[in-house]
């Protein structure tokens, strides 16, 4: 068994969607960033090439690389599990917490869950997310980004 984490941050910005887990949540805002910028998947992506030790998303979608622009993050998800496949692993166990002042994650929280566990061909029991808020300190309280850590376990397959 090998451990992971990840951590990822995005500014909060007009005129983009806010993608979040995997899925769209109605905000007046969205996450600014080269692809769709869905911090929690980032953040899991990290985790997982992490405990694999297969460096970090930067190495394998730069953002200066124009075939990731806009792209959906689900996408490199499941290149990030496909990778992981490739090199004997599986995603075992994965722990989330998304840090926003705004929106509310809670009503969104399963879709993501079963949107996570789908990209990544892992049972729904394995996905683990919650979400807090700061009190109203820092960039995330001043609503100005959301932040994301996750921790994985990754196993040897067979």
């Given at each position: 068994m090998r451990i992971g984490f990840g951590y990822d941050v995005h500014a909060l910005v007009e005129g983009r969607k806010l993608i979040i887990g995997g899925i769209q949540i109605p905000h007046e805002k969205g996450l600014q960033g080269h692809s769709d910028a869905d911090v929690l998947l980032h953040a899991v992506m990290d985790a997982l090439l992490g405990a694999a030790a297969l460096g970090d998303i930067g190495q394998h979608f730069p953002d200066?690389?124009?075939?990731?622009?806009?792209?959906?993050?689900?996408?490199?998800?499941?290149?990030?599990?496909?990778?992981?496949?490739?090199?004997?692993?599986?995603?075992?166990?994965?722990?989330?917490?998304?840090?926003?002042?705004?929106?509310?994650?809670?009503?969104?929280?399963?879709?993501m869950r079963k949107r996570i566990a789908q990209l990544l061909g892992i049972p729904l029991e394995q996905v683990s997310i919650k979400a807090t808020t700061t009190e109203g300190l820092g960039f995330t309280g001043r609503k100005e980004g959301i932040a994301a850590y996750a921790v994985c376990t990754i196993t040897s397959i067979g």
């Open positions: 200066r690389d124009e075939r990731f622009k806009d792209i959906d993050s689900g996408l490199l998800l499941t290149e990030v599990a496909r990778l992981l496949h490739s090199k004997g692993y599986t995603c075992h166990n994965l722990d989330c917490t998304v840090v926003a002042q705004s929106p509310q994650i809670a009503p969104y929280r399963e879709e």
